[in-house]
């Protein structure tokens, strides 16, 4: 015989960096999707999905993972030459539909899109290549209310699908105000914006990793620059000493008010345990920090918190004009949130927030789980952020030529679900089917119409279609999948008009505790029911025990 | 001043072949996917969302379109110089995840998938690039039950998504059968399987186009070939007028069945009005035709009309084992589907259908919608297909050496939301938001807040964010926006503690009657609300005009 040749076989593997979502985890995110576009919906917003591919060119190069492969998207050429690439983000295909279609659509255009993006960087764990996001934006109007809106959406959004007040915080800032930094540092000139370009690149970077490299590294990376623990050299921006200074004074105003905090409440404790004595001591003494210290106790402290971030603020800022209109944005964005019951328990005023990338022209927002995880090596540490935006004015200019003022925020699909998932709100183990075993294979037409009547009954069911020789093997089944009930009718049975049921979480408590043979077979997680019956009694017992879509109980 | 070079502004469009989506279209499809998903999961389907991006091998070369670069996908080299691609459908993926996973999933595995594929097909009128699919599939069972199971799913999805039982239909046919056909017709050798595959695959494709070419088509593709009328000339298979005859007499069974119906119906008209006397003249005459026509009155008809096709079936291929076993396996399904009371009313078998995919091994189905709408030149025509899929038992054996046998069906969401427009399911227009006007742009803090209120209790609500100089446009924008109401509070209402509510739709229908201005003033359609009670007023008002995220009435 002649031998056939072979081709080698296929890997059956996903490309590196991309993964697969199974069975409760693509349940749970619509499920958490479907919730945030509840919100979304109410605040006015309209869905959108726009096309995955975009020509090169109208994404343009906002990432700030710059050293990859066009700018780390995935590309390609066309037939005619063109270039086009899956989209990295929300926001730039969003630009490109606002100047396509603006004519058709409402000004201001809100509108929210849901689903995945790609980016072309080095995989890690983790770290995939294909993740979701989940946008809310609006374009065509300069007003900071429309800012303040998004923030509120926020934080409804982060309450709706499950994240308890007090367990987040909406942190706002404003690129004008970190300009007006950059202005008094020297590296910003507004007569040459163009002048120092890569260098305020550089401080946006390094500023945006005060998380991750605490203020040393930061302070690093704004002067010559920072080796990591394996050993890299990542260049810096060049800033003298007190260049550097300015820009972490600026961006350390948290914890500095933190810390002035922290010392006048001590204070106050030595001067007495009675908040009526310190209050008087406060006012005696004239002790502005400490009368806000004892604020705080009030319920009005945040308010009074970001008050004096923002005094602190335009105090860095007050020679420039930049600076000054940034602050005055954040303040008016503060009190708009006042008046709609937003208080800074959920926003807040936090200059740290400089979001890495490119395109973002004022206020930017950040939204931060503030409950503690345990990290890999066990130590507890803070969630961190789930969500981030801001206001871009220029991006929709790129298309038109005219100014298209935007705003909008994006949501991390999978790091909010793992956070729900740390709180519990969601991975429950999802139930499955109840299942109509196989006990003669010649009557599978009566099986399968059984398991009709349970749908039909608006059951979940199913027949077990494996080889059905080896009863045990379907048992085994059933427990994978996580079935509540099994079904079974041999001939006896159907002789006498009967069918078995077998309750199979009740049965695996028991096979825990029964060990003889005999003892199984008269345990009660076994009954039988008339045939004619078997609908609405399953119904009966389902209605008791049944669970969502979400794997979330009923 | 020195010039600023100009870079070339990127165009503001689409890449050729790909589309956005809007709003309702968005939120339509969502509404569907979602009763789809509440089906499938019901049969006991679990979801899968596999990567978008896949290796080129994993992929295969299944598509029809084999002329287009990387056969038809959208491809691009990694760093390291590896292949990847968009997948182009959802069951080469699912091939890939069952073989990389199959220790962890259950066997058999019934999942589905729904979202975007893309082909890099040439882009032409309603011919896109992107589009979505929706699927469900049984991986590693071979019993004909679970193809029966796929059937009566699709038929009971068509129905949940609002398609009426009477406006589609189930085609089933068999691959194995068509195998046999083209072993009688010399086209398929058993002892040398991968003699005559590239006139197998014209043939195939050919007969996939019976309803776009005709028979004559048809016949043309499978002899020499045939010039379309654009002049393009498509080569044929090179089959002798004989072997194209037994080829076209199996495609053409249900029309040839169709007409010996008519014929015969003809008769019994003729021999009597009464079904009596039609029923005793066949018996008489010992016609089996007849009888078989006047037994399509009664409620089994349809049943008696499958058995038909299958002993016609089996005389053509009676020669040839796959055809014989072909045939059985369609006999097995019918009886199957009848058990569940899945009649010929709503599953047919009918040889016409073979699916242009290359890697279909058995039973293969196609859904049809049989209403009529009108073509783009106002002609009616059948709506046509909605979904297809069939049985590929070679697809994981591919990637693992090891037979595994699976069945699916794949949903074109597209097609299918066309055809609940057409039958006018979806596509009311969707309600806009209540639209908070803005009188005074000084007062956006308690504009937001009469949002908020609203919000809060549950409805729809935004502020204009425009500029509001100019009160038309608010309103302008409220039309383009379908906002039901509008909400006015100038300084004279803030100081009696009250607003003004517009209702816009009542407005609309007035200012068609009412032309003076005084008039227009003291019309109905706007009416004073006390400031406090405005959430309960709108609560009450809107909860009867009241419409759901899809766009249908609530």
Redesign the interface.
Known sequence: MAKQKKQP???????KG??????????ER?AML?RI??VY????F??????????L??L?KYLPDVDR?HAGV???Q??DD?W?ALRYDLTAPLA??Y???RNDL???Y?RYSMG?V?RNEKPGPGRF??FYQCDAD?V??A?V??D??IC?MLA?TLEAVGIARGDYIVRINNRKVLNGVMEVAGILDPADPDKYAHERGIVLRAIDKLDRLGPEGVHALLGKGRKDESGDFTEGAGLSDDQAKTVMAFVGANSEIDSRLKEQAKIARDVSPDYADQLDYAWMTNDSWLRYVLSLQDTQGGQIRNANTLVYLADIVRETAIGREGVSELSQIA??L????YGPDRIVIDPSVVRGLGYYTGPVFEAELTFEILDEKGRPRQFGSVAGGGRYDDLVK????QEVPATGISIGVDRLLAALREKGRIGNTAQ??VLVTVMDRDR???Y??MA?EL?NA??????Y??NPKNFGNQLK?AD??NCPLAIIEGSDERDRGVVLVKDLVLGKHLAAEITSNEEWKEQPAQQEVLRVDLATVISTYIGETETN?DGQPG
């Open positions: 076989r296929p890997k059956a593997e996903v490309p991309f993964r697969d979502y199974f069975g409760a985890e693509v349940a619509d479907a576009a509840e919906h109410r605040y006015g309209d869905a959108l999905e726009s096309s995955a591919v975009e020509t060119d109208a343009g492969p995935f590309a390609w066309e037939d063109a086009v490109r539909v100047a396509q279609h409402p000004t201001p809100r995945p790609w290549r294909q609006t065509g109007t007003t209310a429309a303040a809106e509120a409804d009190e708009l006042d008046a709609q019951g790129r298309f038109t030529g499955g089917p599978m037409a009566d399968q119409a009709t749908r608006g059951i979940r069911a199913e027949v279609l494996g089944y994978k999948r879509l």
